[in-house]
């Protein structure tokens, strides 16, 4: 698996409850949260830190894509 968007050093946030996107963001230039339900799109951008939350903002998943 890639990891050109440095989601390794992202796994830490699962488990976490996201309470301040911005400060992830600037660790990432390039972020997308995704919650339930979000319509997402397709496209794979390997750069991409993809960041899936539960309905209660809990942290499931760290991916790039």
């Given at each position: ?11 830490g946030?699962?488990g976490?409850?996201i ?5 992830i ?9 995704i919650?339930p ?14 960041i ?14």
């Amino acid at each position: 698996m890639s990891d050109t968007c440095d989601a390794r050093s992202q796994r830490g946030l699962v488990g976490d409850v996201i309470t301040d996107r911005a400060a992830i963001a600037v660790a990432a230039p390039k972020v997308r949260f995704i919650g339930p339900g979000d319509s997402v799109t397709m496209d794979n951008q390997p750069d991409r830190l993809n960041i899936e939350l539960d309905a209660q903002g809990v942290v499931t998943r760290v991916y790039c894509g």
